[in-house]
């Protein structure tokens, strides 16, 4: 769903009006059978993640990581076309909201992203951003 030549389109998925099956791409557990894992490293969570989504059905898939330089995996995924990469540092416990140990990185070049700066500044010549 929303995939055009297995690059995964944001875009179309957003403003998709039919209803169509649905996956799931789980990369962290932060509970489990009522455990809170969110102190847990981030290499733990991951790992307890696949266990647990080895036997899941269909629909639901563990989304694996890349262990490298951020900016060389952000080249590449721009050259794939996706929307960005986010980065964790290894070792890390689950955070609510932002943080200084995840790192979110976008391909100014996505459509999505694209949208998300014209959608931030008013349609006025001065450009001024919404307040």
């Known amino acids: 769903m929303g995939r055009s030549l297995g690059v995964p389109s944001f875009d179309r998925i957003r403003y998709r009006r039919q209803d169509s099956s649905a996956f799931l791409y789980a990369f962290d557990l932060i509970e489990l059978n009522g455990a809170d894992l969110r102190r847990a490293p981030l290499e733990v969570r991951k790992a307890t993640l696949a266990n647990v989504l080895a036997g899941a059905s269909q ?55 694209k949208r998300e700066a014209e959608e931030e500044f008013l349609p006025s010549a001065s450009c001024e951003r919404r307040p």
């Open 59 to 113: 629909g639901i898939w563990f989304n694996d990581h890349i262990e490298g330089d951020g900016p060389i995996v952000l080249k590449h995924a721009c050259k794939l076309g996706l929307e960005g990469i986010v980065s964790k540092r290894k070792g890390s416990p689950y955070r609510s909201g932002r943080s200084r140990v995840w790192l979110k990185m976008k391909n100014p070049s996505a459509p999505a992203v």
